[in-house]
């Protein structure tokens, strides 16, 4: 069901003073896809969701989105093309009111200035009214959590669980085309994973969102996951469904260790 | 904190801590000898507080053992741990407290009748021995400083066991009382006016200070209040917070009417020298509503904000006056204040461009010290030989003329009251643009970027952009600041543009509280009102010598107890102590009960 | 992984053209003064110059020799002061604005002790035993300043937002500037004349040197190396530079962190103290406001050499020193700018913005864990 190429990494690497945290991958996103990206601690894979939202620039390689290279944007750039992300330590903007932390990021999405403001201009009203549905409507995904009282709360009452899911209404308030998840599920209980994995499902079957994701329980990467990439050491070792990943040799190598004497 | 938590029973008398009643002794003792040769007794000595009995020298040194001894016995309320009720136990702390430190007082009367240390200590002298010996004798003094200490502990430690209710009217009474005193000029130049000279003469005695039954007087009312007063005025402000939708709206706009009645009318009753007060806490207010969006809003700690301050007096100066500097060519023409005021906002805005494209990148912490450096080029350019043929170098730009409010009136220096008018229109300007960027998608990116800059930036929001934008707006106000100052003074000179300026503007906006419009205008008030500018006289004359050293101390103690400011801004406070406003909601079980298994404890990084 | 890792590439946005053109300009001015001036030293009378500046007269060897000396031994002294902001950086990750102060209070205590001496007698049948009293006066005084600064304001604070501890030290440095003008008076003081044997002029190899500077760089040379060895060769060093690391992790290997953190502190309020003295004889007036400038300029120079490196604070004080008294002449009079020593610290201010431009590690690099670098 996988429609137009969206997103092409090509032979991308980085290094940080001599140790390479990524080395030559290619990898690829198509429009409406769920691609989980797996591996062990210290695999890169933050490292990655850094270089395609450009706070991290590769050392070489190219990332091409929409048909147009990604190298070299100032983050906010690569949001106002249509990628979003999330943070694996979540970090909202703890003090301004969880309203405000979904209408701040449609920033790039909107345009009044000074003017407006001051004058309060028709425009201005207009627009900030329409800042304020789109922030309430994706509030509004996540049912009764964020919304009604809360949304005068400041962010940094929220439990965990709702910081997460907070943190995913704000990427979607940028209206991305491409949503990077970096550990969706981690901290939540069973239940609360359970939930958000269906959410995720339907922020691609009602929301038209494509989605890259870093994970790792193994059972939110199985029921929603499209296609599974493996990462260790900077490169990829495996691509795939999750079966056929889950039962690749290097993967389990990767995750478990080399047998002892092997590894001497 | 409720009244409903269950107290352990007192502790007894011999249970201290001798510890901590050893250091906060020795702490006192310090304060007081460094009080006492920071020459604050002796200096103001003349400022009669009561009428014959109480001097403010005498009070410099006195509040402090009060102080001491009741913050001794005070202890940190903790959530989940026993607290003990008060007894004894926190009177004898407090009186050895005053104790120790009335011996520090009583050792340094010996020092000073035995030594003779005025050459590296300035204040080292004989009225200071005869002050601290109440002018009899050096025994005298030695057993009277001891009784003093000791007595001003223990009634401080006493505070702990009278009710709340009657320690609430005791601390009303005496800060009404020396408020009154203090705020005599004021408060005798505003009953005149109103026909109340009769009551002024009765509370105050002739040659300044309260006189003894003015006193008394001033405490009933005060007690009173505190008793009866003070609960209607809290049911009034708890009703006005349960207002909702239109009916807060009303409430909100009759308040501010209120409020722009009183400025307007205020200056009518108030003589020359309140006015010109006035005139300068305005001026301060705008520069520090202009530093407020900066670094409330947009968390830049700009040290140089007195650079926009000099460029708008030296642009107003220059073009208003006849008497700028030689090199300029002829044709420049002399304008009016306000023509020359919209070059002054574009000058500005272009400096502010100028010096923030270079360190909006920086760190926070090396833009503090780069703003800063080019806070001090600006004035040594303006103090040169170099473009002295501009500036007049230190010899300053003189003789500009005053507003001429389109040929109605000239305001200018010697009319302190049409001085305060302009000043206050502008900083009415200037509280509309900081309340409504507030709430507008300018201000929602500089709150972003101040709460986590990279964050924001992933958001796409280009903070390059935004941090210059908030420089601008800052500039801008600080830019109309430095035209009235020059118009009022009627001349700009180097040395009115110190970093020291900056300095001052930074305390007042930290002081009364980062990011919150009421909070800074609270902090000019109470700071430039009555301590004064960096050059400018407050309500308290007597104080300049103390000032600065008053702010020093204030900023310190302010970062470390009270970060969030006078009139806090409540997402400040919260991120400010999040830590143990989390903590304190975790304990209660109050962190969002919606979710079964939030942890709550846990603090996302900022 | 932090912003800061992330290498710019060609500019993009408008601020980053501007910043292109400041830096073309800079560079532009710099260099053309420079030449300006090898031409006008070449032939004074040359058409250029003389239509850029009519009164260009050129400098003579024993000038410029003069300049880079007293650039020199005035640097070295930045550098003292810039080891102790360098080393707070280097550990807490914050400027201690007040560190100025420190050295302020150390040359006014050598003023006071001086003077005393001075009055006693001693000061001229005993230079060498009173000097060394005095600094040793002066060490104390500036430690126990710096210390007791460290566990009044800053230690409460750590952990909170890194402006935090910066505001306060600026209201500490204002407190400490006027605790001196309320007990020690407002006006200038002075130190009693030195015995002529080391202020006067003495030729060394090929060069002629005051004895005070010369006594201030080698001050600072072993100095230099003392700390050095501290930090290198220690225990002690080694465990401030574990904690400079990560702060935990140095915990948690059973490494007392305040009594580190106090001994930083403590040796660069010590080398202030130091600092404070050399000041006092080399300039013979203190006054409240002595620690502002110079600490400024101190912890530019540390920036210069790159903050938490301490042979970059030093590398950075000289080279600060030396510009600011051969800038003004080499660069700003060729251009026919007057008076251009009144612009003696707009120069070092300008070369701590032109250094952060080009360079925001500094000319050596940054030597900070990577939670500071954010």
Redesign the interface.
């Known amino acids: 069901m996988s429609g137009e190429r969206l997103l092409t990494i090509n032979n991308l690497s980085v290094t ?1 003073g001599g140790l390479h945290a990524l080395r030559e991958l290619d990898f690829h996103v198509d429009e409406g896809e769920i691609v989980s990206v797996i591996g062990p601690n210290g695999a890169g894979k ?2 990655f969701f ?1 270089m395609i ?5 590769p050392t070489s390689g190219e990332i091409i989105f929409e048909n147009q290279s990604l ?6 750039q690569v ?2 093309r249509g990628i ?2 999330t ?1 694996q ?8 009111t969880i309203l ?1 932390n979904v ?8 345009k ?3 003017w ?3 004058f ?1 201009t028709s425009s ?1 009203k207009r ?2 009214e329409e ?1 304020r549905e789109w922030g309430e409507k994706v509030l509004g995904f996540f049912g ?2 964020l919304v009604g009282y809360r949304l005068d709360q ?1 962010a ?8 997460r899911r907070l943190e995913i209404a ?2 979607m308030a ?1 209206k991305p085309t491409i949503l990077l998840l970096d550990e969706p599920v981690a ?1 939540m ?1 069973p ?2 994973s359970e939930e958000l994995t269906r959410l995720i499902g339907e922020l691609r079957s009602e929301w038209g969102f494509t989605i890259v994701m870093i994970e790792h329980d193994m059972g939110v990467v199985r029921d929603v996951s499209d296609r599974v990439v493996v990462l260790d050491h900077g490169e990829t070792i495996a691509q795939g469904s999750y079966e056929e990943v889950s039962t690749n040799p290097d993967v389990i190598e990767a995750y478990l260790g080399r047998p002892a004497e092997e590894a001497s | 904190m409720t009244d409903t938590t269950v107290l352990a029973p007192a502790r007894g008398v011999l249970d201290q801590d001798w510890r901590k009643i050893v250091n906060y002794g020795l702490l006192l003792a310090l304060a007081e000898v460094f009080i006492a040769l920071a020459n604050m007794p002796v200096g103001l000595d003349d400022f009669i507080l009561i009428e014959p009995i109480l001097s403010l020298g005498y009070v410099s040194l006195l509040w402090l053992p009060l102080l001491l001894g009741y913050s001794i016995g005070t202890e940190k309320v903790l959530e989940g741990v026993t607290s003990h009720a008060k007894g004894a136990r926190e009177v004898v702390a407090g009186a050895c407290v005053g104790l120790i430190g009335g011996g520090g007082v009583s050792g340094l009367v010996l020092l000073l009748d035995n030594f003779d240390l005025r050459d590296p200590l300035v204040n080292w002298s004989p009225q200071l021995l005869a002050l601290l010996a109440f002018d009899n004798g050096v025994g005298y003094g030695v057993g009277v400083w001891l009784a003093i200490g000791g007595g001003l502990g223990l009634l401080g430690g006493s505070m702990h066991l009278i009710a709340p209710l009657a320690r609430r009217v005791v601390s009303t009474m005496v800060l009404a009382v020396v408020g009154v005193a203090v705020l005599e000029t004021i408060l005798s130049d505003i009953a005149e006016d109103l026909f109340l000279e009769w009551l002024a003469d009765w509370i105050y005695f002739i040659r300044g200070g309260v006189s003894l039954h003015g006193a008394a007087t001033v405490a009933v009312v005060a007690g009173a209040y505190a008793v009866w007063g003070s609960k209607a005025v809290k049911g009034a402000k708890a009703s006005y917070q349960a207002l909702e939708g239109v009916e807060r709206k009303q409430a909100n706009k009759v308040s501010i009417a209120v409020v722009v009645a009183a400025t307007i009318l205020l200056p009518l009753v108030l003589g020359k020298i309140t006015n010109e007060l006035l005139a300068n806490v305005g001026l301060f207010l705008l520069l520090a509503l202009g530093l407020n969006i900066v670094i409330g809003l947009a968390g830049i700690l700009d040290l140089g904000y007195v650079a926009f301050f000099a460029v708008g007096g030296y642009t107003t100066a220059i073009l208003t006056s006849p008497n700028r500097g030689d090199s300029w060519p002829t044709w420049i023409p002399q304008v009016w204040w306000v023509v020359a005021l919209m070059l002054v906002i574009v000058l500005a805005g272009l400096t502010g461009l100028f010096i923030g494209a270079p360190v909006i990148r920086m760190r926070g912490d090396y833009l503090a010290i780069v703003t800063l450096g080019f806070g001090e080029i600006i004035r040594l350019l303006f103090l040169s030989d170099w473009l002295g043929g501009f500036t007049g170098g230190a010899q300053g730009v003189t003789n500009v003329p005053g507003v001429q409010v389109f040929g109605l009136a000239n305001v200018r220096g010697t009319d302190p009251r049409a001085v305060f008018y302009l000043v206050a229109f502008f900083c009415a300007i200037a509280i509309y643009v900081s309340w409504r960027l507030e709430k507008s998608r300018i201000g929602r990116a500089w709150m972003a970027v101040r709460e986590d800059e990279s964050v924001a930036e992933a958001m796409g929001i280009n903070t390059v952009n935004v941090k210059l934008l908030a420089f601008v707006v800052g500039a801008v106000l600080a830019s109309f600041s430095g035209a009235i100052f020059a118009a009022k003074v009627g001349s700009v000179f180097p040395t009115s543009f110190i970093i020291l300026v900056s300095i001052v503007i930074l305390i007042v906006v930290i002081v009364g509280g980062m990011g919150n419009i009421a909070g800074v205008v609270a902090g000019s008030v109470v700071l430039i009102g009555v301590l004064g500018g960096p050059k400018q006289p407050g309500l308290l004359q007597e104080f300049s010598e103390f000032k600065l050293l008053i702010y020093g101390a204030l900023l310190v103690w302010m970062m470390l107890k009270r970060p969030e400011g006078l009139i806090p801004n409540v997402r400040r406070t919260r991120e400010l102590h999040q830590d143990e406003f989390l903590q304190d909601a975790w304990l209660k079980g109050q962190i969002d009960e919606g979710d079964e298994t939030g942890d709550g404890g846990e603090v996302a990084p900022a | 992984m932090t912003t800061a890792m992330k290498a710019k590439a060609a500019p993009r946005t408008g601020v980053d053209w501007f910043l292109l053109l400041i830096k073309s300009v800079m560079f532009f001015f710099i260099a053309t003064g420079v030449l300006l001036f090898i031409f006008q030293q070449i032939d004074p009378g040359n058409p250029i110059a003389s239509r850029l500046n009519d009164d260009a007269t050129g400098l003579t060897a024993d000038q410029f020799e003069g300049l880079v000396i007293a650039g020199l031994s005035q640097g070295a002294m930045y550098g003292l002061i810039a080891l102790g902001y360098s080393m707070v950086y280097g550990v807490l990750g914050f400027i201690n604005f007040a560190h100025g102060e420190v050295f302020m209070v150390g040359a006014m205590t050598g003023m006071i002790t001086s003077n005393k001496l001075h009055e006693a007698g001693a000061w001229e049948s005993n230079f060498v035993p009173s000097l060394l009293f005095i600094v040793l006066l002066s060490i104390v005084v500036s430690t126990l300043t710096a210390v007791v600064m460290e566990r009044v304001a800053y230690r409460p604070l750590r952990g909170s937002p890194r402006l935090i501890p910066l505001i306060t030290s600026i209201g500490v440095s204002f407190f400490i500037q006027n605790v001196s003008v309320v007990l020690l008076g407002p006006g200038a003081k002075s130190y009693p004349a030195l015995p002529d044997w080391l202020s006067k002029k003495r030729d060394i190899w090929f060069i002629s040197i005051e004895g005070t500077r010369l006594l201030v760089v080698l001050v600072a040379a072993v100095s230099m190396v003392g700390l050095w060895y501290l930090v290198e060769r220690t225990k002690t060093g080694k465990a401030m530079r574990a904690v400079a690391e990560d702060k935990e992790i140095a915990s948690l290997m059973g490494i007392n962190v305040n009594r580190i953190i106090v001994t930083t502190f403590a040796v660069g309020g010590a080398m202030a103290g130091v600092a404070g003295i050399l000041w006092g004889i080399m300039f013979r007036s203190v006054i409240h406001t002595t620690g502002f400038l110079p600490g400024i300029k101190a912890f530019s120079a540390a920036v210069v050499g790159g903050i938490g490196n301490l042979n970059g604070a030093m590398a950075g004080g000289l080279s600060l020193g030396s510009a600011e008294a051969i800038a003004p002449l080499v660069i700003l009079e060729p251009w026919g700018v007057s008076g251009v020593s009144q612009l003696r610290d707009a120069v070092a201010f300008s070369v701590l913005i032109l250094v952060l431009l080009v360079k925001p590690t500094g000319l050596f690099g940054e030597r900070l864990s990577s939670e500071d670098r954010g």
């Open positions: 940080f933050t490292t850094n939202s450009g706070m991290v620039t190298i070299g944007l100032d983050p906010n949001t106002a979003a992300r943070f330590n979540v970090r909202l903007f703890a003090n301004m405000e209408m701040v990021a449609q920033h790039c999405r909107t009044q200035g000074l407006g403001a001051l309060q201005f627009e900030e800042i009764t959590r400041p940094s009452v929220l439990s965990y669980a709702n910081r704000r990427a940028t901290g209980n239940k609360e």
